[in-house]
Structure formats: C-alpha cells, structure tokens
C-alpha cells in the first residue's frame, strides 16, 4: 500500500452519514476537529512543526536543515478538510493527502529542499455551515473583515465567534495575517477535477488557467402566513410561487448567457405543511466567464423575480453574500508546473468554475492549480471519485512538482 492509500483510507470513516454515505464535514464540528487532529498527527509522524493560525488555518512546516529565523519563500500546498452537506470524499481532502503523500515521496527519493515546505488545510472552505465560502483564506488574505465574519450564524444560530469559543479557540484574534505574504513564495493546490473534461481527453491530471468569477446572492420573498385549506386562492399572498417562477428564471436566463444559475439552498417560514408560507429564504449560486456576463446575468434574476413578486404582492431582498471576482491564474508557475511534468506528454490546461482558497490567496501571493481526473464530473455528491491509480499518479505529479520548486 503506497502512502498515499494508507492516508486516503485513514480519514474514509470520518463524518461520514451512515445513510446518505455523503459527509458532513463542517467547519468547528466535531468531524472538523477530529480531521485536525488527523492533521496534527499525520504532520507529527513526519517531523513537521504545527502551527494553527489566528482564522484557523493549519500549517505542517518541513524546514530545511541548519534554517534559521522565519520562513520565506516557502512552497505551500494543501487545499481544505470541510465539506458541502453530504458532499463527496475527494473536493478538499485530496489536496491535503496528496501534499503529505508529496512529501513521503520526496524524502523517499532523497531530496533535500533549499527553501521550506508547508502543508495547509485552510479553514471552512465551503461555507456551508455560515454561508460564506473561503472564510479561512478570505479572513487571511483581508478579502473578509473579522466584524463580518464573527457575526456569521449557522442554521442554529450559532455565530461563528461561539463555534470558535466551543471548539477552545480564540475568536478576538481573526483577520487579516500580514504575514502570509513574507513566507508564502507559491501555493499549489491540487484538487479533484468538479466536471469532466479530463475524463474526455483521456488525461489524469490538467494544470488550471482560471477561476469563473461566481458568488452567492441571498434573496427574501416575503408574504402571508395562512391556512392551506381555508385561504381562498385569489386571497393569498404566497411567496412560494415567486420564488418558483424564480427558480425557473434562473434556469432560462443562464442558458442564454451560456453560465450557470442555481438556487440549491432555502429555508421556508413556518414550514408547515398546511400553512402558506410567510417568508421563502433562497439563496442563489451564479458562476459565469467572465464578471461582465455575471453581472448582467444576476441583474436578470433578480429583474425576473422581482416581476413575479409584484405579481402577486410579494415582498423581495436581494443580498449578496460573497462576489468573488475572475481569478487567472499567473502564467509563470503555470508554465512552471507544465515543464516539471512534461514527462507526463501533454498536460492540459483548463479553466474551472468552481472556488478555491487559490483563487483567494492569488490576489496576495502567486498560485496554481493542479486538478486529478473524475470520470463521473460529479461533484458535492457522495459520488463524487476519482481512480485509486489517478489519484497516485496525482500525489506524484505533486511531488515532481515540489521536486522542481524546492531544489532549483
């Protein structure tokens, strides 16, 4: 068993619903901290020092012999531990195993790095507990306020200050870390492909271009509670219709901007069975190529409901949670990456729609993506996967690729 399978299969039990078989892995849940543990561990066995910073991200350092002072420079990599709702095993976890398997192949080989390695697992990148994505990088990186991001609530109402608290850390001391700059010299994140394009050429890995600009827009239709039964229908103030033509909008209006438009997360009030709904909370995810496209295509959906509001008396908010804006990714390690594994003939380039802590941390300090076959494209799904053998082929694509950085 290679490295990289005896890690992969030492987290496979952790969070995971015995029902669905997806995982709940969310930020400041016990799963999320028994995944840090798992880190600390993992970092230990191989002589790494653990640092957690001030927002909550954690670092493995492997310093070069006889370094002296801070580290500078340094190649990091890793991706994130947390999960959608019944997500899949591979988006985030990947990343982190690839980088501590990277790191078993370097010192396999004998290699001696001249400047410091840093395995990372940001913190909370799926935002699916305080609905706000890249909370780990983005309070890093000053893209998200400490004000902001301590007054989060999860579905409980918990804020993300008294999940902090629970958990034994320190909330008062988040935001910007200006010192990520100093020792950061490149991250490399590797992550499983969320769509199939590799699996239609045939290759394992691809080298990413850029990230869609996307975001989260979080729309209140508000109408009258009553009785399902006794309301007559010309009577009602509904909001659930709204929203439905809404959803419907959303669809036609992504298609004709060739993008992509989703309402995947509500929540109904009261939430009777037989009551009309007083209020529908909905919240959009909208991803195009490029802002300008984006920007039209929210303005749409959000024209098209507030026409379907008015239709029936319906009151709209409309709230933009998170816009984040086009991220291409910088052509010097890009290419950097692609000579260290032109062994590998071809290796594609490609662009993706979905989020990552890279696409957060390029505005700071210089990025790249690696991405590992799905032969499904199913992504956010328990049946998210990606091939025992791609995914090798992955953590040694890391490792040539840490090779390269860390000896020349």
């Not at 309070?139 to 999940?163: H, M, N, Q, S, V």
């Not at 870390?177 to 010299?185: E, I, N, P, Q, T």
């Not at 909370?281 to 008015?310: C, G, N, Y």
């Amino acid at each position: 068993m290679t490295s990289f399978d005896s890690l992969w299969n030492s987290i496979l039990d952790v969070g995971q619903h015995h029902s669905t078989r997806g995982y709940r892995r969310f930020a400041w849940s016990d799963a999320d901290l028994t995944l840090r543990e798992w880190f600390r561990g993992e970092a230990h066995k191989r002589r790494m020092d653990v640092e957690e910073d001030r927002n909550g991200n954690l670092w493995a350092w492997w310093m070069p012999d006889g370094w002296v002072g801070e580290p500078t420079g340094t190649f990091v990599t890793g991706s994130h531990l947390d999960s959608v709702p019944d997500g899949g095993a591979f988006d985030g976890p990947l990343g982190v195993v690839s980088a501590f398997a990277a790191v078993d192949i370097l010192r396999e080989k004998g290699v001696v790095p001249s400047i410091p390695i840093a395995v990372t697992a940001f913190s909370d990148e799926e935002g699916a507990r305080f609905g706000v994505a890249c909370i780990g990088s983005q309070l890093t990186t000053g893209a998200l306020t400490a004000e902001r991001a301590l007054g989060l609530r999860d579905a409980d109402g918990i804020t993300l200050a008294e999940a902090m608290t629970k958990a034994g850390r320190a909330p008062e001391h988040i935001g910007t870390d200006d010192s990520l700059v100093s020792r950061v010299g490149v991250y490399v994140e590797l992550h499983v492909e969320q769509g199939r394009a590799l699996d239609l050429v045939d290759k394992p890995i691809a080298v990413a271009s850029s990230i869609w600009p996307h975001g989260r827009w979080e729309f209140t239709f508000t109408g009258e509670a009553n009785h399902a039964g006794a309301t007559r229908l010309v009577d009602r103030r509904d909001p659930m219709l709204a929203f439905a033509s809404s959803v419907h909008s959303a669809r036609t209006a992504a298609a004709s901007h060739e993008a992509v438009a989703t309402f995947g997360k509500l929540r109904v009030l009261p939430n009777g069975a037989n009551a009309i709904p007083s209020e529908i909370k909905a919240w959009l995810d909208a991803r195009a190529a490029d802002e300008e496209t984006l920007t039209k295509l929210v303005t749409q959906i959000e024209s098209e409901a507030r026409k379907h509001s008015d239709i029936d008396e319906i009151g709209l908010a409309v709230f933009a949670e998170s816009i984040t804006p086009i991220v291409e990714f910088p052509s010097e390690p890009r290419e950097k990456l692609r000579r260290a594994l032109s062994h590998l003939g071809d290796v594609p380039v490609l662009p993706t729609a979905a989020g990552h802590d890279a696409g957060i941390l390029s505005a700071k300090v210089p990025t790249a993506m690696l991405f590992v076959r799905n032969p499904t494209g199913i992504s956010h799904s328990p049946d998210e996967f990606a091939e025992p053998g791609d995914c090798n082929i992955g953590a040694h694509a890391l490792a040539d690729v840490m090779a390269d950085w860390v000896t020349n």
